[in-house]
Every structure is written in structure tokens, then in C-alpha cells.
């Protein structure tokens, strides 16, 4: 007999919080001593999360780390978010705490690849998601979060045929949304495709009554089970509004410490996989509180680009940062 992993389930917050620890008060002593900011995604840790100055989706930290003013930008995510902050704003110095946090997603479409479709068919235009390299973006024509992916991809030309890297799940959600035929590239989030509505079926029966809210990274048939499909960003306010006391998470786990701080008193399950209780991106979980001390004071691991790449990707992206407004 199979036996699988039940749902982690996270109750509401006491009142107060939770005391910051030794470290993370030498976080923040040493944020204010290098004139640094802190950013960080909504899938890493709760004791970084605890110590950012902001903590948000793809999009909303890219505006973050265009208007920042501080001289160090510390990025708690993986290397091609680190990558979108120095692109945005070069005049800062950015940090990532661990510089082999990587995207497997990014991983899967390379720049090599990509410039070779264009080249055998220049009519396409790239929509490019922003888990890619930097590389990727300044030869593709506008950047996409899963935020606002719909409403760029309304304002393409509708004489121009798609391409959609690299993430195929969100394409294919983009599409319905649309009504635009894309081409999709074939990549996909290893965490993201792990759920599956086997293990989602048995999360629903375990929390009868729980909605459940689904990353549009998840496939096609995850997505179909789901009360809402929506970014991180979007997931906030929508588990706000909800007048059930318990709501399914189909994302990373990362997400449900952010969802317990600003929608205090419902309880929040992390949508299991076939394999395991709490769904951990292992790129996103390479931050650690330690290794953000360690880069605040030695100032190091430092994202650098060639003037080349980070121009031409700059162009997309200040065209993702328009058309999103």
C-alpha cells in the first residue's frame, strides 16, 4: 500500500509575532551600517522574510529595486532576480546571498537556443517570463511576471506571432486568458509541476470546505481544480476576502509565512505533492539567514553584467515597468 505525505498545516499567528533572534538583529544592524536594502521573494524563509524591507512577487520587486537609493541592493531570491535588479538600476550594487541560487526554469531555455528560433523565424515577438537569464531578456521584446502576464500580452501586435518563454504552464494559462495563440516553449518549474490532482484531491478531503488558490505555474489539470489561478501578489488579497477560515496553498511553501503575517487568523495549508507534506523550492531555500549576514559583511557574492547584456535586457524590461502602470 502507498502510503503519501498529509498536508503541512499552518495555524494563525499568536498575537505579537515572533521575537527576532540574535542573528537577525545583526542582520538589520549591519542592513543600516553598509546603506543597504533588503529584498526578498515571497518563497524564501521566514527568518529572511523577517528582515527584509520588502517582501513581494517578481513584479513588485522590480519596481523595488529600480526606485531603491541605497548604494548595496541585497536580492533574496535566485540569480536571474538578483540579475532583473542590477539590469533596472546599475548605479547600485547588488547581492545575492548565495550566488548558485538558481532556477531551473531559467535553466531551461538558453540564450543560444532561443536567438536560433528568432533566426529561424524573425517575425516572432518574445514574451519573455521573468525567470530567465539576463541573457534571454535583452533578446527578447517585452518581460512578463505571472502578475501581469495577461495585460502585456494583450498590448503584443496582433500581426506578430508569439513565442512564450520558457515557463509552457503559464503560457498556456496567458492563452486562455487571452485568446492569443503563443507558441510555448518547453520548460517548466520542477517545484511548480510537482502538485498534482491526486495530492491536491486528498488536501481538499482532509479540509473539506478549504478553497484552494493555485500558482498559474501548476499544470493544466492542477489549475482546473482550483478556485483561483493568480501570482503570489494576487494571492494576498484574495485570501483576504475569503470568509473560509482555512484556504489551500498550491505554490511554494515560502509563501504561507507572508500569507500568515497579513491575513492574521485563518489557517493556511501548503497543497502537498505526491511525495512530500510542504512543497520547498530547493534554489529559493539555498538563502539562508547566514549566508545574508555573511554577504551584508563582506559584501560579497556581487551580481555583475557586461554593459552589453544589461542594456539591451533593460529595454524589455523598462517596456514590462511601462505597460504594467
Not at 113 to 127: C, G, H, I, N
Not at 185 to 203: D, E, I, K, M, S
Not at 277 to 286: A, I, L, Q, V, W
Not at 294 to 311: A, K, N, Q, V, Y
Request: aromatic content about 6%; glycine content about 6%.
Amino acid at each position: 500500500m502507498i502510503t503519501y505525505p498529509t498536508a503541512a498545516v499552518f495555524p494563525p499567528l499568536p498575537a505579537g509575532g515572533t521575537p527576532l533572534s540574535d542573528l537577525q538583529k545583526e542582520v538589520i544592524a549591519l542592513k543600516q551600517a553598509r546603506d543597504a536594502i533588503i529584498l526578498a521573494h515571497n518563497y524564501q524563509c521566514e527568518d529572511i522574510q523577517g528582515v527584509a524591507d520588502f517582501v513581494g512577487d517578481s513584479l513588485g520587486l522590480a519596481y523595488k529595486a529600480a526606485a531603491a537609493q541605497q548604494s548595496t541592493i541585497v536580492f533574496c531570491g535566485v540569480h536571474f532576480m538578483a540579475e532583473t535588479a542590477k539590469i533596472v538600476n546599475p548605479s547600485r550594487r547588488v547581492l545575492l546571498p548565495d550566488l548558485a541560487a538558481g532556477c531551473s526554469l531559467a535553466d531551461s531555455c538558453p540564450a543560444e537556443k532561443l536567438a536560433a528560433a528568432k533566426a529561424a523565424d524573425p517575425a516572432l515577438y518574445v514574451v519573455a517570463y521573468i525567470n530567465c537569464s539576463a541573457a534571454v531578456k535583452a533578446i527578447s521584446d517585452v518581460i512578463v511576471t505571472s502578475g501581469n502576464a495577461s495585460k502585456i500580452v494583450s498590448r503584443v501586435p496582433a500581426d506578430r506571432p508569439i513565442l512564450f518563454v520558457p515557463d509552457q504552464n503559464l503560457g498556456r494559462w496567458v492563452s486562455g486568458k487571452t485568446g492569443r495563440a503563443m507558441q510555448l516553449w518547453p520548460g517548466n518549474c520542477y517545484a511548480h509541476v510537482q502538485f498534482t490532482p491526486g495530492a491536491l484531491l486528498r488536501a481538499k478531503a482532509a479540509h473539506p470546505g478549504a478553497p484552494v488558490v493555485a500558482h498559474p505555474e501548476c499544470t493544466e489539470a492542477v489549475r482546473e481544480m482550483a478556485d483561483m489561478v493568480c501570482s503570489t501578489e494576487l494571492m494576498v488579497d484574495w485570501c483576504k476576502r475569503q470568509s473560509a477560515d482555512t484556504i489551500i496553498i498550491t505554490t511554494e511553501s515560502g509563501m504561507i509565512h507572508r500569507l500568515r503575517r497579513e491575513v492574521p487568523g485563518k489557517t493556511f495549508v501548503a497543497a502537498p505533492t505526491d511525495r512530500c507534506s510542504c512543497n520547498d523550492c530547493r534554489f529559493m531555500k539555498m538563502n539562508t539567514l547566514q549566508k545574508l549576514r555573511d554577504c551584508l559583511r563582506d559584501g560579497t557574492p556581487e551580481i555583475t553584467l557586461t554593459e552589453e547584456i544589461r542594456s539591451a535586457a533593460e529595454v524589455p524590461l523598462r517596456r514590462m515597468l511601462e505597460w504594467s502602470l
